[in-house]
DNA sequence: CGTAATACG
C-alpha cells in the first residue's frame, strides 16, 4: 500500500459570514485542503447556512462560544472522518469560548485552536497565559503517551523578531511580550516543532496584518499562526511541507498550511 | 480599520 499524503489547512477568517461573501469557497477549493480548520468564525449554530455545513464531499464539525455572541469560535471541514471529535479540554472557564477542536484520527491527533488574545486588558493576557498553560497540558497528555500530535491556529503570539515586521516598536504590545515569547520557547522544549520555522529559518513571512494603517500593504504583518507537530511526527518523515499563503485574502490572517505523507 | 453586535481584535 502507498503513503497517504494529507494536506492540512489552517487559516483565521475573521467572521465566516464576512469571508463567505468574499470568494471563500474558490479559496477553499484552490487551497485543495483534506482538513480545513477555521478560526474566529463568529458566529453560534443558528446563524451557521446549509453551504456552510456541507461543502463538497467534506464533513464540518464546529466549537461555539457559549458566552458571547458574534465571538471567537473554530470549525473544521474533513474530508476524511475522523474517528472522534472532542470539543475543548473539559475545562469549562478555557472551553466556554469555543476555542477548541480536537479531530482523532487514526495515525495522530489534530488540534485546531484559536488562543485568545491578550490586548484588551491584564485579566484577557493572564486568561492567554492560563489558556496556554491549561491547553498544553492537556495535549501533552497524549503526546507523552506516544501519540502523534498536530496542533494548529492563530497562536496570538510572534515567537522571535524576524516573525514580526517591527519587534522594536511592539516589544511592550501584548503578542510580543517577553512571558508570551517565552511561553512558544517552551513549547518548542516541550518537543515540539514548529514547522514552518524549521523548513524555513531565515523566512520573514507573515501570517496577519492589522486592518489599520494599510498594514497588508505595506507588510508590516506578524507570523502568529503555527502548525506545531510533536517531535516523532519530524523524525518519522512526515513532514512534506510548510507553507504561509500570501495570496489568499479574504481576512486579516492569511491560510497556512502542511503537508504530510504518512506510511 | 473591520466584523458583528457596543465589544473586540
Known sequence: MGAEEVRLVSWNVNGLRAVWKK?????????????????????????????MTAVNDSKAHWSFSTVKKGYSGVGAWT?????????????????DEGRILELEYDKFTLFNVYFPNGQQSDERLDY???FYDAFFAYANALKDKGRPVVICGDVNTAHNEIDLR?????????GFLPVEREWL??????????????LYPEEEKYSWW????????????WRIDYFYVSRDILDNGWIKGAWIDNDTFGSDHCPIGLDLVIP
Open 23 to 51: 470568494d471563500f469557497l474558490e479559496s477553499m477549493e484552490r487551497l485543495g485542503a483534506d482538513v480545513l480548520m477555521v478560526q474566529e468564525t463568529k458566529l453560534q449554530e443558528p446563524q451557521l447556512t446549509p453551504e
Open 79 to 95: 474530508k476524511t472522518d475522523p474517528a472522534a471529535v472532542r470539543h475543548g479540554i473539559g475545562m469549562p472557564e478555557f472551553d
Open 128 to 130: 492567554k497565559l492560563r
Open 166 to 174: 517591527h519587534p522594536k516598536a511592539n516589544a511592550k504590545r501584548s
Open 185 to 198: 520557547d517552551r513549547i518548542l522544549s516541550m518537543g515540539y516543532v514548529d514547522t514552518f520555522r524549521h
Open 210 to 221: 492589522s486592518y489599520r494603517f494599510n498594514a497588508r500593504k505595506s507588510n508590516a504583518g
